[in-house]
């Protein structure tokens, strides 16, 4: 059954890949090189202030839920997702309107009104991405890799389709309202599914709340998500921020868009592993904890090596359905991808170590790569344009691959396994 649901979830990430690929190709054409810039920087900067106001409630609840359920705790899962809900809904209010004012009284690096476009569509955006990850908590996994890998991405696409049917082109402010609407039709599914998924005692009993608990554990997954998110975004924002030529940002955009498509095969299997490793460290059951470890990285790392190897031999001919001007970021989409690939094969070890209660070893890895990301990429790229982003990001993010599975792999063997009543000690 695990080994079906993978396959699945990696059958959602490939039509998801062809399908946001597809509509960054389109808008790269449609906009121009500069265009398509401004809409990057101001989807980068939604997808943070997102991740912000998601408050790490979804990635806690992953933790959460399936041991309320299992534990049959109705009350505490019944007040955990509208804790959840309210406070995501009121921390993307408060992100979005402040936004909105730096929007409209700045002069600064807000000045661009494509953010402020995108600052409206941030409570919608946080909403859907934690509904869904409660879907996935609710031990179903493919309904929510399906709201945010395919609903989502297929109503954005559909959007640009009515706008450039309707005016024969397309503005960079319709491309983000087109991003945001797909946001919204999936926010209407996620709710629709999390209702139908969860246990009807979760629905109807009486909230229990422990509000002080959840919300010092949610702080330090949010923070955590943050950076984590932080590392696959931000080389746009800092090539911004260094005033590096629109172009060359135009081509590091394109490329990262590429190169990242493989890190949905690992989101999207991760929703189905990480209840999965809640139960398995909740009952100490370590040999089955192994074979699931064995089946994921042999199905996710053959996935990871076939992508790289499309890169290498194919990467110059996605890149020029971008455009002729973006074919220069080959060097950089082949560095990202290294950096994506190693990051999705191992992707399971923070979630492990995040697991153990070792929150803030990982939050110190991810700040520390983090830091030398943002360092790297300011001294490469003005260098090396594109090129040199693109180094900086496979250098950081292979790292901190590596770094990430020889911790998880020390603690694995030296304490659970090793005290697990499955292993006979």
Known sequence: DATRQSLLLIIISVISTLVVFATSVWLARLLGPQGFKQYAVAVAYLALLGTLSEFGTGKYGLKVM??????????????????????????????????????????????????GIAALFLPSTALVAVLAELVTANRSAVAGSLVTRLICPLITIVAVAVFFALGGTITVAQAIV???????????????????????ESLSSKPEYHRR?????????SALGF????????????????????????????????GCFVLLVAKSTNKFYQPELALIMNQDDWQRGLVMRRVR?????????????????????????????????????????????????????????????KLKTVLSVTFLFGISLIAL?????????????????????????????????RRLYRIDVIRSPASGD
């Open 66 to 115: 399936p041991h309320f359920v299992a534990q049959q705790k109705w009350s505490r899962a019944a007040g955990y997702w509208r804790f959840s809900l309210a406070l995501v809904l009121s921390t993307s209010i408060v992100l979005a309107l402040t936004v909105i004012l730096l929007e409209i009284f700045s002069d600064g690096k807000f000045g661009n009104y494509a953010v």
């Open 178 to 200: 087109c991003f945001g609407i797909g946001g919204i039709g999936g926010l209407v599914v996620a709710a629709i599914l999390f209702w139908r998924t969860a246990n009807p």
């Open 213 to 221: 608990d959840w919300f010092k554990q949610c702080v330090w997954y």
């Open 227 to 258: 950076f984590m998110l932080w590392i696959f975004k931000i080389s746009v924002l800092v090539m911004e921020w260094a005033q590096i030529d629109g172009l060359e940002i135009a081509r590091f955009a394109a490329a990262l868009e590429i």
């Open 297 to 357: 990285l042999l199905t996710i790392g053959i996935v990871s090596l076939a992508f790289f190897v499309v890169i290498l031999l194919f990467g110059k001919r996605l890149l020029e359905l971008y455009g002729t001007e973006f074919v220069a970021g080959y060097p950089a989409l082949c560095w990202i991808s290294l950096g994506t690939c190693l990051a999705t094969s191992f992707a399971m070890a923070p979630e492990y170590l995040k697991f153990s209660n």
């Open 377 to 409: 990429t300011w001294i490469l790229a003005t260098r090396y344009g594109a090129t040199g982003a693109g180094i900086a990001f496979g250098a950081s993010v292979s790292g901190m691959a590596l770094v990430f599975l020889i911790l998880a792999n």
